[in-house]
C-alpha cells in the first residue's frame, strides 16, 4: 500500500475501534488492560501476542528512552535508550496479565541480556515495562516462575522489569507487518533462528501459555 493511504488507513482504524468499543457492554470495557513488552523484533512479538484469545489489540511502537517522537531510523541507531516493544490492549477477564506474561517468556530468549536471535543491540534488549506495583509484582513472579522451568538460576534470566514511560507508536507500516508482508515476514523470521531457539529454550511449552511446569528433581540435578 502507498504511503499517501496510510493517514487514512490510521483514520479508518481509529473510527472502528470507537464504535467497536462503544458497542461493548460496560463490564467490558471495565476490563480492559493494557500491558507493553520488549522482546526483539516488534514484529514478530506484535505477530506472537496479538492472536491470543483475550487480546483485543497489539501495536509496535517504541519505549525505555527519553527521546520524543522517536523514529525507526534513531531507535535502530541504538543510542536513543528505547527499545523495540508491542502494546497490548487485552480483556482480563479473558486473558489475565499474569497468563499474558506466560506467553511472552515463551516467546523471547530471556538468557540472552544483549538482544533477541539475530537482532543484537540495545534496542533488541527484552523488556517487561509495568504500569504499576500489581503489575511489577506479577512480572517479578514470572520471572522466577519462568526461571524454575527453564531450571536456571534467577542471575542468569537477563530480562529486565522496569516501570513503562512513555509508548510511542511506531511508524504505519510497522503495524500488522506480519499480516501484511506475510512473505517478508516468515523468510525473515525463518532466517533469524527464532523458533529454533525457543524450541530449544521451552520445547513443547514455546510460543504458549500454558501453566508454568517446575522440572522434577532429578531432572534439575542433570543440569
Known amino acids: 500500500m502507498k504511503t499517501t493511504f496510510r493517514p487514512l488507513r490510521r483514520w479508518w482504524i ?3 475501534l470507537c464504535v467497536a468499543l462503544l458497542g461493548l457492554p460496560l463490564q467490558v470495557l471495565a476490563s480492559v488492560e493494557e500491558a507493553v513488552f520488549a522482546g526483539g523484533c516488534f514484529w514478530c512479538l506484535e505477530h506472537d501476542l496479538e492472536g491470543l484469545t483475550g487480546v483485543i489489540s497489539a ?7 527519553d527521546l520524543p517522537r522517536p523514529t525507526y531510523r534513531q531507535v535502530s541507531s541504538k543510542t536513543t535508550g528505547h527499545q ?10 479473558q486473558i489475565s496479565y499474569a497468563e499474558l506474561l506466560r506467553s511472552y517468556w515463551r516467546n523471547v530468549d ?12 540495545d534496542s533488541y534488549r527484552p523488556v517487561i515495562f509495568t504500569r504499576d506495583d500489581q503489575q511489577a509484582s506479577e512480572a517479578r513472579e514470572s520471572a522466577d516462575a519462568a526461571a524454575l522451568e527453564l531450571a536456571q538460576p534467577m542471575s542468569n534470566l537477563r530480562v529486565e522489569i522496569k516501570p ?10 510497522h503495524q500488522n507487518y506480519a499480516e501484511l508482508n506475510s512473505i517478508k515476514y516468515n523468510f525473515y523470521r525463518y532466517s533469524c533462528g527464532r523458533d ?3 524450541d ?3 520445547g513443547d511449552r514455546a510460543r504458549t501459555g500454558l501453566p508454568w511446569q ?3 528433581q532429578a531432572n534439575l540435578r542433570k543440569k
Open 14 to 16: 481509529a473510527i472502528f
Open 59 to 65: 501495536e509496535s511502537g517504541y519505549t525505555g528512552g
Open 84 to 93: 523495540e516493544a508491542v502494546r497490548v490492549r487485552f480483556d482480563a477477564a
Open 110 to 121: 530471556p538468557l540472552d541480556g544483549d538482544g533477541q536471535f539475530c537482532d543484537q543491540g
Open 164 to 173: 513503562l514511560s512513555e509508548f510511542w507508536l511506531a511508524e504505519d507500516y
Open 196 to 198: 529454533r531457539r525457543l
Open 200 to 202: 530449544q529454550l521451552w
Open 214 to 216: 517446575r522440572p522434577d
